[in-house]
């Protein structure tokens, strides 16, 4: 996901700041320019969203992260690193638990 969402994001953000804006603007009365910011309100939202949906379902960094997914399929829950060390901890506290 990465820059192309958060890209995304900021135009929605954006969007979000130009809509109470032009909320504001609304409220004081001052309609041309309500209706102006409105208007970018409506782009800023539309093109974000459109945005992260498309980075969402489009990889843009290649097959690096595909390459990282089956790496890590690989790699299980007995063969991790550190685990010999719990089984040897446990079965220590097992041992030792009789002892003050």
């Known amino acids: 996901m990465g820059v192309v969402y958060n890209a995304g994001r900021g135009l929605v953000i954006a969007g979000i700041v130009a809509l109470v804006v032009s909320a504001?603007?609304?409220s004081l009365?001052?309609?041309?320019v309500s209706n102006a910011v409105?208007?970018?309100?409506?782009?800023?939202l539309l093109s974000g969203v459109i945005t992260i949906a498309v980075s969402t379902k489009v990889d843009f960094l290649g097959s690096k992260e595909d390459e990282r997914d089956q790496?890590?399929?690989?790699?299980?829950?007995?063969?991790?690193?550190?685990?010999?060390?719990?089984?040897?901890e446990a079965a220590g506290d097992?041992?030792?638990?009789g002892r003050n």
């Open 29 to 32: 009365d001052i309609m041309p």
């Open 71 to 88: 790496n890590s399929e690989k790699v299980t829950k007995s063969d991790a690193p550190g685990n010999d060390r719990k089984r040897e």
């Open 94 to 97: 097992a041992k030792g638990s």
């Open 38 to 44: 409105s208007g970018y309100s409506y782009l800023f």
């Open 24 to 26: 504001v603007n609304y």
